[in-house]
């Protein structure tokens, strides 16, 4: 069984991202990524501090704005807009979840698509499923498909099974898969909360993507001898012995099925590291998509 470096190929990436910087610096340009945050769930305040110092890593210009629980949606859709509207501004992203009172998929529509580098706009979500390469594709989904390559596992005419069918990580990872092309060709899968004998289902991945939201859910009776899987979760678990009280697990049950994969992603160290090095990555695309499209 081969241990998926989630770390090692996001620094990969990390340092692709730090060479195209410079190329940008060398024309007088430096991406910019903007990072509103509204009210105070810690999570989400973890994630954008972490956004943050990668930025500040790379040499990228960071914003953070972080605004009141109390933020009405007009507050937010005038901060997105003078967003929209900053020539130092490239990429903008709303950490989710909101508050209540924000209707969210109004806030991802006032996004300007072109600096839309989480890929969630409607446009983007079309550009994705016509494989059109100009557009954003979510980061996550994007990560899993690098650590695919940098593993050289073959997708081409593989059945890749994706459990879970979010805007987020299902969806766009089923997309990528069955478009046509490097990394892609596979024949796709998409299970979720409805699906019937999910055991059966799964068992008929060679690669086996888990992006439910469950700690330890898929188990070794989902898991094919010799299948490569691709852990999304993020669950915290509580553990009294742990310093924080808690302990991040995955979709899978690791210990469960680690012996039956040929390759298989951690948690913590594989899909984590590499969805703020594929939001760095579209923040530099975006930055070169922009100021080509405008010179
Ligand atoms: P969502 O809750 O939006 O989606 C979960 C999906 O799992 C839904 O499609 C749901 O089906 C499906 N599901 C739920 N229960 C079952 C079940 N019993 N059997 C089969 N399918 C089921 O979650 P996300 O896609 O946003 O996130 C999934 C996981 O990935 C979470 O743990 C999240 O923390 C993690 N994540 C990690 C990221 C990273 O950077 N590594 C980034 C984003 C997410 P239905 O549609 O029918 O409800």
Same mark, same amino acid.
């Given at each position: 069984?081969?241990?998926?470096?989630?770390?090692?190929?996001?620094?990969?990436?990390? $340092?692709?991202?730090?060479?195209?910087?410079?190329?940008?610096?060398?024309? %007088?340009?430096?991406?910019?990524?903007?990072?509103?945050?509204?009210?105070?769930?810690?999570?989400?305040?973890?994630?954008?501090?972490?956004?943050?110092?990668?930025?500040?890593?790379?040499?990228?210009?960071?914003?953070?704005?972080?605004?009141?629980?109390?933020?009405?949606?007009?507050?937010?859709?005038?901060?997105?807009?003078?967003?929209?509207?900053?020539?130092?501004?490239?990429?903008?992203?709303?950490?989710?979840?909101?508050?209540? *009172?924000? $209707?969210?998929?109004?806030?991802?529509?006032?996004?300007?698509?072109?600096? $839309?580098?989480?890929?969630?706009?409607? *446009?983007?979500?079309?550009?994705?499923?016509?494989?059109?390469?100009?557009?954003?594709?979510?980061?996550?989904?994007?990560?899993?498909?690098?650590?695919?390559?940098?593993?050289?596992?073959?997708?081409?005419?593989?059945?890749?099974?994706?459990?879970?069918?979010?805007? +987020?990580? %299902?969806?766009?990872?089923?997309?990528?898969?069955?478009?046509? %092309?490097?990394?892609?060709?596979?024949?796709?899968?998409?299970?979720?909360?409805?699906?019937?004998?999910?055991?059966?289902?799964?068992?008929?991945?060679?690669?086996? +993507?888990?992006?439910?939201?469950?700690?330890?859910?898929?188990?070794?009776?989902?898991?094919?001898?010799?299948?490569?899987?691709?852990?999304?979760?993020?669950?915290?678990?509580?553990?009294?012995?742990?310093?924080?009280?808690?302990?991040?697990?995955?979709?899978?049950?690791?210990?469960?099925?680690?012996?039956?994969?040929?390759?298989?992603?951690?948690?913590?160290?594989?899909?984590?590291?590499?969805?703020?090095?594929?939001?760095?990555?579209?923040?530099?695309?975006?930055?070169?998509?922009?100021?080509?499209?405008?010179?």
């Amino acid at each position: 069984m081969e241990l998926i470096d989630g770390k090692a190929v996001a620094a990969k990436v990390l $340092d692709e991202c730090r060479a195209g910087v410079e190329e940008l610096a060398s024309a %007088g340009l430096r991406p910019g990524l903007a990072v509103v945050l509204v009210g105070e769930d810690p999570a989400s305040r973890a994630y954008v501090r972490s956004k943050e110092r990668t930025c500040r890593d790379l040499g990228l210009h960071s914003v953070k704005l972080e605004l009141p629980a109390t933020t009405s949606q007009a507050e937010l859709l005038e901060v997105v807009g003078d967003l929209n509207a900053d020539p130092a501004i490239h990429g903008i992203l709303v950490q989710s979840p909101p508050p209540p *009172q924000i $209707d969210e998929a109004a806030i991802v529509l006032a996004i300007d698509p072109a600096k $839309d580098v989480d890929g969630f706009h409607p *446009q983007n979500v079309a550009k994705l499923a016509l494989e059109d390469p100009s557009g954003f594709v979510p980061c996550t989904p994007l990560g899993c498909q690098r650590l695919l390559g940098e593993y050289g596992v073959n997708t081409r005419g593989a059945h890749a099974v994706v459990v879970g069918r979010s805007m +987020i990580v %299902g969806k766009p990872m089923a997309m990528l898969l069955m478009a046509k %092309g490097e990394l892609a060709d596979a024949t796709v899968t998409v299970a979720h909360s409805r699906t019937a004998d999910l055991a059966a289902v799964c068992q008929r991945a060679d690669i086996l +993507i888990a992006a439910v939201g469950r700690p330890h859910f898929l188990g070794a009776e989902h898991v094919r001898e010799g299948a490569v899987v691709i852990d999304v979760g993020i669950n915290r678990v509580d553990d009294p012995a742990a310093k924080r009280g808690y302990r991040l697990v995955g979709d899978v049950d690791f210990d469960a099925v680690a012996s039956r994969c040929s390759a298989i992603t951690p948690v913590p160290g594989g899909v984590g590291p590499m969805t703020i090095a594929m939001l760095m990555s579209n923040t530099i695309k975006a930055c070169r998509q922009i100021t080509s499209a405008s010179h």
